[in-house]
T-cell receptor, first 116, second 114 residues
Framework: GNSVTQMEGPVTLSEEAFLTINCTYT??????LFWYVQYPGEGLQLLLK?????DKGSNKGFEATYRKETTSFHLEKGSVQVSDSAVYFC???????????????FGKGTKLSVIP | KAGVTQTPRYLIKTRGQQVTLSCSPI?????VSWYQQTPGQGLQFLFE???????NKGNFPGRFSGRQFSNSRSEMNVSTLELGDSALYLC?????????????FGPGTRLLVL
């Protein structure tokens, strides 16, 4: 079955530090890949996505590249801010959609804390 | 455009009771999915509804059920509540179809079972 593995947290960084959160996946075919972010007490917000190999998703300074050869979708940001403190989830959706499932499979989440 | 709304935001129930949660998708979205989020199990898929039909179901007992109305609003019901049902229940909507697979989440309903 499908699975997503994220690096264990929590991750604590100083403001303006470089961020990498690793994400690898297991799936057949070419799934769509997503990063969602969850702020305390809130639901999930889509951060970025990529739907095919070598696509780069980007938003708010965050980037992730869909690497089919390494089945990875690592999240990066060059300079984190205190406001980036949240839990980050990597997710995939199986590519054989159409009439099929729109189910997302999530990683366990990585809690990021950015200190001033 | 208004986002996904969920009601109520918080609920406290006791074991054995039942509960109904409501989700209104983004206007124009016809697919609604439900997820359960707990500290131990993380985010787990419950089911998806599209055009009033359940399209897929996760690995949850029959106590968990749902439905979708003609206006795409969805409800999920949990009967005979157990302590382990305490969780954040998230609803997500999407357009469905090729290239429209992004799911947009609501703020969730936090259920506490005592």
């Amino acid at each position: 079955g499908n699975s997503v593995t994220q690096m264990e947290g929590p991750v604590t960084l100083s403001e303006e530090a470089f961020l990498t959160i690793n994400c690898t996946y297991t799936a057949t075919g070419y799934p769509s890949l997503f990063w969602y972010v969850q702020y305390p007490g809130e639901g999930l917000q889509l951060l970025l996505k990529a739907t095919k190999a070598d696509d780069k998703g980007s938003n708010k300074g965050f980037e992730a590249t869909y690497r089919k050869e390494t089945t990875s979708f690592h999240l990066e940001k060059g300079s984190v801010q205190v406001s980036d403190s949240a839990v980050y989830f990597c997710a995939l959706r199986q590519s054989d959609s159409g009439a099929g499932s729109y189910q997302l499979t999530f990683g366990k989440g990585t809690k990021l804390s950015v200190i001033p | 455009k208004a986002g996904v709304t969920q009601t109520p935001r918080y609920l406290i129930k006791t074991r054995g009771q039942q509960v109904t949660l409501s989700c209104s998708p983004i206007s124009g979205h016809r697919s609604v999915s439900w997820y359960q989020q707990t500290p131990g199990q993380g985010l787990q898929f419950l089911f998806e509804y599209f055009s009033e039909t359940q399209r897929n179901k996760g690995n949850f007992p029959g106590r968990f059920s749902g439905r979708q109305f003609s206006n795409s609003r969805s409800e999920m019901n949990v009967s005979t509540l157990e302590l382990g049902d305490s969780a954040l229940y998230l609803c997500a909507s999407s357009l469905r179809g090729q290239g429209a697979e992004t799911q947009y989440f609501g703020p969730g309903t936090r259920l506490l079972v005592l």
